[in-house]
């Protein structure tokens, strides 16, 4: 028999004959106590000692989330629902804020700071115990959330409710979260699914060239060999399931409910083939995506300044932006990043995937917030201004305003998917191919739906360019046919090789993305990334009182050859924002050059992304007033 050591919290692991089991042991019996209690105190946890107690949680939770199947809706509500389990523990103990779903106020019996921190972890623990209790990866998941119990001296057994003790008050709110949770719209007690949804298109066969469309606006399915999520996990369906098409009908924080349509915020529908007001723009879309596919060329030579001095600065919903002169903050100019234009494209893509063990774009902010966050303190005042905050109540007032946020950019975001089921740039451009050019009645292969001919970018296959020596040599036998020249796709060895920017079949197109994962299993319009980003950007723009990063400047080195869709880069290359627009911004702006949306998803995406972050940065602070 082998005992493992029994944590604070009073767990002891005793294997026998390779058998686990779990036994309660009394903290008196282990001689240790907690802050509230007499004697001995509990040890404070060695990593990272200037973490708040809702930092910890945050970060488990951004662990589980690594492990888990990435979907975005489903994480970010999970994100807000465990904030919001911090929030109203801490705002329990304070005589003015208001919680969201639990009003009471309780008595700390003159230890706030320890009645805090028990109550926010009981609720904290019980609602991500709950929600990851079937989820992937949950072995691992569920024994880091009772490690942390084990490290703060919280005994997990005591799950009672009634009673004025922290730990029944934080048992007490993530029973209300967790009840709240099953009548919100989600569908979480059937696996968030929407039984009512069917793709009107027959899914495409990733592997093999052509396509056949019911409606050319309509999402449409892959159906991929070997099929992974993006942080690797087997998916044992070929098909692709949509995700959350419901989504628009879930109970929002700050944004109105969705009502009958499950758009709480519409735009309107994305353009679309054949209608005489944007079917131009529509084309317009699929040749920038060609475009930006061949920017992703690992071999050329041309380079490109991707400093704050030259990128970011855009209005709302454009890429007009010409960069800053100097920085606000430093007032000195910003230095030139001079990178090679083929390495900065490709890591753009590959850093704002969120991958390899993706916490998903709502979990990507949540890491932003928290480094911006270390950088600021001790400084921390709300809104940049007025007394500074403690961490522990900077950290729940930041994740409550956060993540309801990007929570409702879900909400918002996944009902326009729902409602507009907008078709994705791999279809579109494999459609408009197969049917042939648009641009000369006159020549081969025209068809009036067909992809626009480009020179140098999209042509027909003819007999000189597939002669001997020829452009297009290696399509020869498809002469007639449309080629477009971008990225050619994955490489066979993609830790060694890389693939070039050439001439290709235009209905064999792929993005730029594992061809275990091509392209995400929802529809395009609008840009979850956008969406989500944008809103993260107006709530720390809010809660620090600065659009700029801490310093003017923020930036993330992709090391040399770490890319995982080939290799690549060739040198390091080192992302910069001047602000969390500028993030944002870019954020969006990878998944055209990943080949994935197309610029009116992005752009909406951003403009609807606004509007859910400054609601949710504007009710958040009610709650903190109280009002």
């Known amino acids: 028999m ?71 809706p ?108 099953k009548a919100d719209g989600s569908n979480e007690l059937n696996g968030y699914a929407d039984p009512s949804y069917t793709p009107v298109n027959p899914p495409l066969v990733v592997a093999k060239p052509g396509i056949t469309l019911v409606d050319p606006n309509r999402w449409q399915p892959l159906e991929i060999e070997h099929m992974l999520s ?34 709480p915020i519409d735009p309107g529908s994305p353009p679309r083939l054949g209608d005489p007001a944007t079917d131009a723009l529509y084309r317009t879309q699929a040749v920038e995506v060609l475009r930006d596919s061949g920017l992703l060329d690992a071999l050329g030579g041309a380079t490109m300044d991707v400093s704050p001095r030259a990128i970011g600065g855009n209005d709302l919903g454009s890429n007009d932006g010409r960069g800053y002169s100097v920085n606000p903050i430093t007032t000195k100019p910003y230095a030139s990043n001079i990178v090679r234009q083929g390495d900065f494209y490709r890591a753009m893509v590959e850093f704002w995937a969120d991958g390899p063990s993706s916490e998903t774009p709502p979990g990507h902010w949540n890491v932003l917030a928290n480094t911006v966050s270390d950088q600021l303190a001790p400084n921390l005042r709300l809104g940049g201004k007025g007394p500074t905050l403690d961490r522990l109540q900077w950290d729940v007032k930041v994740y409550l305003a956060l993540n309801g946020a990007v929570h409702d950019a879900a909400i918002a975001a996944w009902g326009l998917k729902g409602r507009y089921d907008g078709i994705r ?89 594992l061809p275990t994962f091509v392209t995400p299993s929802f529809q395009g319009y609008v840009s979850g990334h956008s969406t989500f980003s944008r809103a993260a950007a107006e709530v720390m723009t809010g809660i620090t009182g600065s659009e700029y990063f801490p310093g003017g400047l923020s930036e993330w080195t992709v090391k040399q050859g770490s890319f995982r869709v080939e290799a690549g880069p060739s040198g390091d290359v080192v992302l910069q924002w001047a602000t969390y627009y500028d993030a944002a911004d870019q954020a969006g702006q990878s998944r055209l050059f990943g080949g994935i949306h197309v610029q009116a998803d992005d752009f909406t995406g951003r403009v609807v992304g606004s509007t859910c972050g400054k609601d949710a940065w504007a009710l958040a602070q009610r709650y903190y007033a109280g009002r």
């Open 230 to 263: 993006q942080n690797g996990i087997p998916l044992t369906n070929g098909v692709q399931q949509a995700v959350g098409p419901h989504w628009g009908h879930v109970t929002p924080f700050a944004i109105p409910a969705g009502g009958a349509s499950g758009t």
């Open 2 to 72: 082998n005992i493992r050591g029994a944590g604070a919290g009073g767990r002891a692991r005793i294997a026998v004959a390779g058998l686990t089991a779990v036994i309660v042991v009394s903290a008196a019996v282990l001689g240790v106590t907690r802050p509230w209690e007499t004697g001995p105190t509990c040890p404070p946890i060695a990593d990272h000692p200037t973490w708040s107690v809702a930092r910890r949680w945050d970060e488990a939770l951004l662990d589980a989330i690594r492990r888990s199947l990435p979907n975005p």
């Open 74 to 181: 489903v994480h970010a509500r999970n994100l807000f629902h465990v904030s919001v389990a911090m929030w109203d523990a801490w705002a329990a103990y304070d005589t003015t804020a208001s919680g969201y779903v639990f009003k009471e106020k309780l008595n700390a019996a003159g230890n706030v700071a320890a009645a805090r921190n028990e109550a926010i972890s009981y609720a904290a623990y019980r609602v991500l115990s709950a929600r990851f209790i079937k989820a992937v990866g949950a072995d691992k998941s569920l024994s880091e959330f009772d490690d942390l119990m084990d490290a703060l001296c919280l005994p997990i057994s005591n799950t009672g409710t009634d009673g004025g003790s922290a730990a029944a008050a934080g048992n007490r709110i993530a029973k209300t979260i967790l009840d709240y949770g």
């Open 425 to 513: 740039p791999i279809s579109m451009i494999r459609y408009m191919a197969s049917l042939g050019q648009s641009s000369d009645p006159s020549r081969p292969a025209y068809n009036g739906e067909g992809l626009p001919l480009v020179p140098g970018l999209i042509e027909l296959v003819t007999k000189d360019a597939t002669a001997f020596g020829g452009s297009m040599a290696l399509l020869a036998g498809h002469e007639g046919e449309i080629a477009v020249r971008t990225w050619q796709g994955n490489p066979p060895d993609p830790k060694t090789q890389t693939s070039p920017v050439t001439w290709i079949l235009g209905t064999a197109w792929v993005p730029y993305q």
